[in-house]
């Protein structure tokens, strides 16, 4: 591919809650899911002492964003109800932002009402749509009243059906295609603070995934702020034939290539190994280029 045009420049900010969230430097979004059949069992947190002590401590290593969800979405998963997301999420939230008043909080949900009572009642900061507002219509406006950041990702399907023979013309034109859409309705709608996720393992092959990895510099077209989640996922351990437990140095490995692709948020399950490749990359990208005479 060839190199984008130098005046193509990604936002640095991003406004949620009356605060500014800088993103000049790639940030780490640690995971939490408060469910009990999320695809990676170390990741999950039933109780307000786990989920605290799980919070405090990917903060402590370096997090920006922590992002709590309660609704697994995981390939073919049987989705809990509204009533008992919101139920998991309360009780999370709550203790989150009593031991950490000042964390940035993003909600992984695709229900407009749960994301308008995180938002309302514990001052959420992000809301992370793996639908980008195609599970529930109200989404959109929803966000627009709300007035904070919001996650769209590219899932073809629903989780439920996503991963049975996922098919595309082109994967990487088709994900601009679909993403250009929903970032023009949002911006119509006055939301301008948007994340893009071309949502690696939502939908897409084991191919798919390498490819839109390969080619995310392409989304850089968009000049938002790039989000890439691949943690563990199975585009590392069953190209390695591993389990998601063994898959923490390739995802070291495709977290790096991310951040020279142009990530500027990774979510992830293990905070320290991602800062440090934020911090080996920033210095790698600062070496200055041998000149040919």
Do not use: W
């Not at 002590?53 to 073919?76: E, N, Y």
């Not at 989150?96 to 909080?105: E, G, L, N, Q, T």
């Not at 001052?123 to 529930?136: E, W, Y």
């Not at 191919?207 to 702020?225: G, I, Q, R, S, V």
Request: charged share 20%; hydrophobic share 40%.
């Amino acid at each position: 591919m060839e190199p984008l045009p130098s005046f193509i420049k990604t936002r640095k900010t991003l406004a949620s809650n009356g605060k500014l969230i800088n993103i000049e430097k790639p940030l780490i979004m640690g995971i939490i899911n408060v469910t009990h059949n999320s695809f990676f069992a170390q990741s999950r947190c039933k109780t307000k002492h786990g989920i605290t002590h799980r919070a405090g401590k990917m903060l402590t290593q370096g997090a920006a964003i922590i992002d709590v969800g309660a609704c697994s979405t995981r390939p073919g998963v049987e989705m809990v109800s509204e009533e008992k997301e919101l139920k998991r999420l309360n009780m999370a939230i709550g203790s989150i932002r009593k031991k950490f008043p000042d964390a940035v909080i993003s909600i992984d949900t695709f229900r407009s009402g749960v994301a308008r009572r995180m938002v309302k009642d514990f001052a959420v900061d992000i809301i992370n749509d793996i639908s980008a507002g195609d599970l529930d219509s109200k989404m959109f406006e929803t966000i627009a009243d709300l007035k904070v950041p919001y996650i769209i990702m590219h899932m073809q399907g629903t989780p439920q059906n996503m991963q049975q023979n996922p098919t595309y013309n082109n994967v990487v034109q088709d994900i601009l295609l679909y993403l250009n859409e929903k970032v023009e309705k949002l911006k119509t709608l006055g939301v301008n603070d948007i994340i893009i996720d071309p949502g690696l393992g939502f939908g897409k092959t084991i191919n798919h995934n390498y490819t839109l990895l390969k080619n995310l510099d392409a989304f850089k077209l968009f000049e938002l702020p790039i989000l890439i989640g691949l943690s563990r996922k199975s585009m590392i351990f069953k190209t390695l034939n591993t389990t998601p437990k063994g898959s923490l140095n390739g995802t070291s490995i495709l977290n790096t290539i991310a951040l020279l692709n142009g990530a500027n948020i990774l979510r992830v399950h293990d905070v320290q190994e991602a800062v440090e490749c934020v911090k080996l990359v920033d210095i790698y990208k600062n070496q200055p280029e041998f000149q040919y005479l």
